[in-house]
């Protein structure tokens, strides 16, 4: 968690990424920060985030995110 | 210019805000060197029509350039000491596979191939292939993402209260949407610069 928290205030340093908790809905984050994001995510954590899950709630706070991330996991390691 | 040339020019400005019609009207008339089923041409005639194939679905805007020659020789002619050049022009055709769009003000070089499933972002000069399934941007452009990356991003701001609206046949907006978006702008600068100041 705090690796991701780490991961993404280098990414985007202007965002106050401990604080904010409607990054998405409030459009903290535009679409190319969300791109950064996922990019980011993809190759930090191996994970491909799905278009299934691709809504706001998902991305509106680091604790969302991270809750994503090993909800990916879970269901990817299940399948293996 | 040619009359026949300067005509199809004529015809293209006159279709400025329906570019399928230019599209339409370019195939009819066998203009270009191929032009497939729902795609959308600049305004600007390329200097050799037969020398770009556009496929299927490819949306350029109006105010895209593609070049299908250069005519460097014929500057170095007088130009370079160091060879004799002649007054020739090099030529490259352009081929523009399915499902591309090319955003405003972006200039497609002679030789270029782009896509298929390909974004070439605003003002973008494209000197080499893109990729299929790649957005590019920049002078020169680069890969920056990728199509699916698009998709999804597009996906999340179709789900949230983004500032989206059905665009009417009058390119007007109301000015309850104009105040929803200088509402939106607002909140975010304000919650961006406020991290920063406090630092």
């Given at each position: 968690?705090?690796?991701?928290i780490k991961?993404l205030?280098?990414?985007l340093?202007?965002?106050?990424?401990?604080?904010?908790?409607?990054?998405?809905?409030e459009?903290?984050l535009?679409?190319?920060?969300?791109?950064?994001?996922?990019?980011?995510?993809n190759e930090?954590?191996?994970?491909?985030i799905p278009v299934?899950?691709m809504?706001?709630?998902?991305?509106?706070?680091?604790?969302s995110?991270?809750?994503?991330?090993?909800?990916?996991?879970?269901?990817?390691?299940?399948?293996? | 210019?040619?009359?026949?040339?300067?005509?199809t020019?004529?015809r293209?400005?006159?279709?400025?805000?329906?570019?399928?019609k230019?599209?339409?009207?370019?195939?009819?008339?066998?203009?270009?060197?191929?032009?497939?089923?729902?795609?959308?041409l600049?305004t600007?005639?390329?200097?050799y029509?037969?020398?770009?194939?556009v496929?299927n679905?490819?949306?350029?805007?109006?105010?895209?350039k593609?070049?299908?020659?250069?005519?460097i020789?014929?500057?170095?002619?007088n130009?370079?000491?160091a060879?004799?050049?002649?007054?020739?022009?090099?030529l490259g055709?352009?081929?523009?596979?399915d499902?591309?769009y090319?955003?405003m003000n972006?200039?497609?070089?002679p030789?270029?191939?782009?896509?298929?499933?390909?974004?070439v972002?605003?003002?973008?000069?494209v000197?080499s292939?893109v990729?299929?399934?790649t957005i590019?941007?920049?002078?020169?452009?680069?890969?920056?993402?990728?199509?699916?990356?698009?998709?999804?991003i597009?996906?999340?701001?179709?789900?949230?209260?983004?500032?989206?609206?059905?665009?009417s046949?009058?390119?007007?907006?109301?000015?309850e949407?104009?105040?929803?978006?200088?509402?939106?702008?607002?909140k975010?600068?304000n919650?961006?610069?406020?991290k920063?100041?406090n630092?």
């Open positions: 968690m705090n690796e991701l991961a205030n280098e990414l340093p202007t965002v106050d990424f401990e604080k904010e908790k409607s990054l998405v809905s459009g903290i535009d679409s190319l920060s969300l791109v950064s994001i996922m990019l980011m995510i930090v954590y191996h994970v491909d299934e899950e809504s706001p709630e998902n991305f509106d706070s680091v604790e995110m991270y809750a994503l991330i090993e909800k990916i996991k879970a269901s990817s390691s299940e399948m293996h | 210019m040619t009359i026949r040339r300067a005509m020019q004529f293209f400005w006159l279709f400025i805000g329906n570019s399928w230019r599209a339409e009207y370019a195939k009819k008339k066998g203009i270009f060197g191929q032009i497939g089923n729902n795609s959308r600049p600007e005639l390329p200097l029509p037969k020398l770009v194939r496929h679905n490819v949306t350029i805007h109006r105010s895209v593609l070049i299908t020659h250069d005519r020789n014929a500057f170095l002619m130009a370079s000491k060879y004799k050049f002649k007054s020739t022009e090099t055709p352009i081929e523009i596979m499902n591309v090319i955003g972006s200039v497609i070089m030789g270029v191939k782009i896509g298929p499933n390909a974004i972002s605003v003002g973008s000069v000197a292939d990729p299929p399934n590019v941007a920049g002078v020169p452009a680069k890969v920056v993402g990728t199509f699916d990356s698009l998709v999804k597009r996906v999340l701001q179709d789900k949230m209260n983004a500032l989206q609206f059905e665009r046949g009058d390119e007007m907006i109301n000015e949407t104009i105040k929803k978006a200088w509402e939106l702008f607002d975010k600068k919650k961006t610069t406020h920063e100041e630092k």
